[in-house]
């Protein structure tokens, strides 16, 4: 697959992240093979962000997988621990907006059950343990709030707790 730059400004929902984007301490913001979507256009536009590398064909955004497309929203997830969990180590307050929307991205998934227990099983090797937890739990709490037929507002609270049930580890010193 060919990559090109493009204008932020002529980005469009559907389009495929070419490579990682950056925040200024270095974490990874958004994945390489993301799609993006309006939300996540908006918050490159707002970090300021003039140019990204996107795979340049139609035809080849279309060739994602929905495994595939599961596997990259649960590595944004990811991040989205991580950068929560740096922002509280570092003094700032939650960020209720992001926790929401990595919450909401949770709960679209809720029909998926092969591909979350397909990925909750592959990502335990991951290097990042404390964030991949996180998410992992939060998968499995959705899956168990499911099964026991709670209705969205109980389902969204029960997924919301678990991604951040580890959050007094972002405060802990790192020596320990």
């Not at 180590?89 to 029909?111: F, M």
Request: charged fraction near 30%.
């Amino acid at each position: 697959m060919k990559k090109v730059f493009i204008s932020v400004r002529d980005c469009r929902p559907g389009m495929k992240i070419a490579e990682d984007i950056f925040n200024d301490y270095g974490a990874v913001i958004i994945a390489d093979g993301t799609i993006l979507d309006e939300h996540i256009i908006g918050r490159i536009t707002d970090l300021g962000f003039t140019r990204i590398r996107i795979y340049d064909t139609e035809e080849d955004i279309n060739k994602v997988s929905g495994s595939d497309l599961f596997r990259t929203q649960y590595i944004e997830n990811v991040n989205s621990v991580k950068s929560i969990l740096h922002d509280i180590s570092s003094g700032k307050e939650i960020d209720a907006e992001r926790v929401d929307y990595a919450t909401s991205s949770i709960l679209s998934k809720i029909n998926e059950n092969r591909e979350i227990v397909s990925c909750i099983s592959e990502m335990r090797a991951a290097g990042e343990y404390l964030y991949t937890h996180s998410i992992n739990v939060a998968l499995l709490s959705m899956l168990l709030g499911k099964w026991l037929k709670y209705d969205y507002s109980k389902l969204k609270s029960l997924v919301t707790s678990a991604f951040l049930h580890d959050i007094g580890k972002s405060k802990v010193p790192r020596k320990y």
